[in-house]
């Protein structure tokens, strides 16, 4: 119906760049349209089999069962979770005993040389950071596992109790995750294909099911970073400097570690990747100057998952893919459907960051 609703507004006004069509297209159909295409970025961002196992036509039971037997059992998840929290414990650890500040050996040169050292100024708070406290590192290390998780819970909760009252606090948090999946997201490609599939469950009535959406594995790894970054830091003390120094070098290791661990099975990730790469197309474009035409391969879910910019472009045939998906997903495949109103459900439609579309074919962009 988008794309009907674009073709009668293509017969009455003339094509150029950046005009807007008579005011019998309502603005609210351009938002959401807008939103259309943001939520279909969100699926194919944080569920890429999925898309491509919904959006597959020819051998779709073939694409379920190769996702379904290679993916990981509960022992397998289990060890990596295991792994996960080693590497969380052994990294902050290592880091925190095994590295010292400059201004530490330079103390230690000093205090060799001089043999009075009451002569020496320097404070007790500063010898005090430069001796290893090793019960202290590992209990510091330790915390550095649960303090993601548990400020997970206890946001889960207080934005569970908000959802009584109003839904602005939690569109509000959803909104700055979703910024910082954004800026994470192309270092993070590998785990996406981890994710056994969309989940069916869309609603927002008890604190488990905040939980679980904020439990999401990439917005764990985040708050395991920031976890890992906060005790080093708080651990370097006044030494800024060397505590900044000390959080680039974890993101350079302990993300790409933690991506390591969790990444997806690499034959999943190829042919999902493939089967994203190429749609055929359904109708024939509006403007007839296009070379698009029925059947034609289209790439524009692929384009669509290595976009992370605010504007998208694609043709008015590309777009019915997109609306096209929406409507297989609502009416169900396999026994299994996720309604056209799942992603209001979850507050996630205004805040999918998308501010316009570029329709190639019509010369039209389309702004909220």
Request: aromatic share 14%; hydrophobic share 45%; charged share 20%.
């Given at each position: 119906?988008?794309?009907?609703?674009?073709?009668?507004?293509q017969q009455s006004w003339i094509p150029g760049p950046w005009s807007r069509p008579d005011p019998t297209c309502s603005p609210a159909t351009f938002k959401k349209l807008l939103q259309l295409v943001g939520n279909a970025r969100y699926d194919v961002t944080r569920y890429p089999s999925h898309v491509a196992y919904i959006t597959e036509t020819g051998h779709r039971t073939g694409f379920k069962k190769l996702v379904e037997t290679r993916a990981f059992s509960s022992c397998a998840i289990a060890r990596r979770y295991f792994a996960a929290i080693l590497v969380t414990i052994l990294i902050p650890l290592l880091v925190m005993l095994f590295k010292t500040p400059e201004e530490c050996h330079i103390t230690d040169v000093i205090?060799?040389?001089?043999?009075?050292?009451?002569?020496?100024?320097?404070?007790?708070?500063?010898?005090?950071?430069?001796?290893?406290?090793?019960?202290?590192?590992?209990?510091?290390?330790?915390?550095?596992?649960?303090?993601?998780?548990?400020?997970?819970?206890?946001?889960?909760?207080?934005?569970?109790?908000?959802?009584?009252?109003?839904?602005?606090?939690?569109?509000?948090?959803?909104?700055?995750?979703?910024?910082?999946?954004?800026?994470?997201?192309?270092?993070?490609?590998?785990?996406?294909?981890?994710?056994?599939?969309?989940?069916?469950?869309?609603?927002?009535?008890?604190?488990?099911?905040?939980?679980?959406?904020?439990?999401?594995?990439?917005?764990?790894?985040?708050?395991?970073?920031?976890?890992?970054?906060?005790?080093?830091?708080?651990?370097?003390?006044?030494?800024?400097?060397?505590?900044?120094?000390?959080?680039?070098?974890?993101?350079?290791?302990?993300?790409?570690?933690?991506?390591?661990?969790?990444?997806?099975?690499?034959?999943?990730?190829?042919?999902?990747?493939?089967?994203?790469?190429?749609?055929?197309?359904?109708?024939?474009?509006?403007?007839?100057?296009?070379?698009?035409?029925?059947?034609?391969?289209?790439?524009?879910?692929?384009?669509?998952?290595?976009?992370?910019?605010?504007?998208?472009?694609?043709?008015?045939?590309?777009?019915?893919?997109?609306?096209?998906?929406?409507?297989?997903?609502?009416?169900?495949?396999?026994?299994?459907?996720?309604?056209?109103?799942?992603?209001?459900?979850?507050?996630?439609?205004?805040?999918?960051?998308?501010?316009?579309?570029?329709?190639?074919?019509?010369?039209?962009?389309?702004?909220?």
């Amino acid at each position: 119906k988008s794309v009907a609703i674009m073709a009668q507004a293509q017969q009455s006004w003339i094509p150029g760049p950046w005009s807007r069509p008579d005011p019998t297209c309502s603005p609210a159909t351009f938002k959401k349209l807008l939103q259309l295409v943001g939520n279909a970025r969100y699926d194919v961002t944080r569920y890429p089999s999925h898309v491509a196992y919904i959006t597959e036509t020819g051998h779709r039971t073939g694409f379920k069962k190769l996702v379904e037997t290679r993916a990981f059992s509960s022992c397998a998840i289990a060890r990596r979770y295991f792994a996960a929290i080693l590497v969380t414990i052994l990294i902050p650890l290592l880091v925190m005993l095994f590295k010292t500040p400059e201004e530490c050996h330079i103390t230690d040169v000093i205090l060799s040389t001089v043999a009075d050292t009451d002569m020496l100024d320097v404070t007790e708070e500063r010898m005090n950071f430069c001796r290893k406290h090793y019960r202290l590192a590992s209990i510091a290390a330790a915390s550095a596992v649960v303090l993601g998780p548990i400020y997970n819970l206890i946001v889960s909760f207080f934005l569970s109790i908000s959802l009584c009252c109003t839904t602005k606090l939690y569109k509000f948090y959803v909104g700055v995750v979703l910024c910082v999946f954004d800026v994470i997201a192309p270092y993070a490609v590998p785990v996406l294909f981890a994710s056994p599939g969309k989940p069916k469950k869309h609603d927002l009535n008890s604190f488990w099911d905040v939980w679980k959406r904020l439990a999401y594995l990439p917005y764990m790894i985040i708050l395991w970073v920031l976890g890992v970054v906060m005790v080093v830091t708080i651990w370097c003390g006044n030494h800024i400097s060397f505590s900044g120094v000390l959080a680039l070098f974890l993101w350079q290791t302990y993300f790409p570690l933690m991506v390591w661990i969790f990444k997806g099975d690499s034959i999943v990730k190829e042919v999902s990747t493939q089967e994203l790469q190429r749609r055929a197309i359904r109708i024939r474009p509006i403007c007839k100057e296009t070379h698009q035409e029925i059947g034609a391969l289209s790439d524009v879910w692929w384009r669509l998952f290595t976009n992370y910019d605010h504007v998208f472009t694609c043709s008015s045939a590309e777009l019915d893919l997109l609306v096209h998906y929406f409507e297989e997903s609502h009416q169900g495949v396999d026994g299994e459907n996720w309604p056209v109103w799942w992603h209001d459900d979850l507050c996630l439609s205004e805040n999918n960051q998308m501010q316009a579309v570029y329709l190639d074919d019509l010369n039209f962009l389309i702004t909220s």
